[in-house]
């Protein structure tokens, strides 16, 4: 009986205790509805600006925060980004030839502008976000794994976009 009655208690309040439980974040951002402005390229990468774009709007479609809508007039606040640095840094060398190359860091820098529309006033202003991914150049084919590695390059800006946009500061 005494067995019993401590089995029950302990089973309600491990039930309680993970009550208030929620998945994600905690945090709530002062504005429901985003609109997403058309990225600027500033850099050297040709092509990117549909790629990055369209990374950015699944981000935020895949998070339940906010909604994305059509227009800045339909929407609480407005995310431009501007890309503004893209870039290679050599991180191994070939071993019969240290003049090559062999694997690449390449980082792609924008900088995030968030705007409340309703009152006109920036949430932040020209963040800086980064994105880094290696490349391996077997063969000399480096301008194909550059071209190959942009989608994911993209993905993972797009990622560190919505996070520096919705997660509390």
């Known amino acids: 009986m005494r ?35 058309p990225v600027v390229n500033e850099t050297n990468a040709p092509q990117t600006v549909a790629i990055v774009s ?40 070939e071993t019969r030839d240290t003049g090559l190359a062999r694997k690449f860091d390449v980082t792609l820098s924008a900088k995030a502008t968030l705007r409340d529309n309703r009152d006109n006033k920036p949430i932040f202003t020209d963040r800086a976000i980064d994105a880094t991914r290696q490349i391996f150049t077997d063969g000399g084919q480096q301008l194909q794994a550059e071209y190959q590695n942009i989608p994911l390059l993209a993905e993972s800006l797009a990622k560190n976009v919505r996070s520096a946009t919705l997660d509390i500061w």
Do not use: P, W
Request: charged share 15%; aromatic share 12%; net charge positive.
């Open 3 to 37: 067995a019993s009655f401590f089995l029950c208690l302990a089973g309600l309040l491990f039930f309680t205790g993970c009550a208030n439980y929620r998945l994600g974040t905690g945090g709530q951002v002062s504005f429901r509805t985003l609109y997403v402005a």
């Open 54 to 93: 369209t990374q950015i709007r699944e981000a935020f479609l895949h998070d339940s925060r906010v909604i994305l809508v059509n227009t800045a007039e339909e929407a609480d606040a407005t995310l431009t980004v501007h890309l503004v640095k893209y870039g290679r840094e050599i991180q191994t060398r």
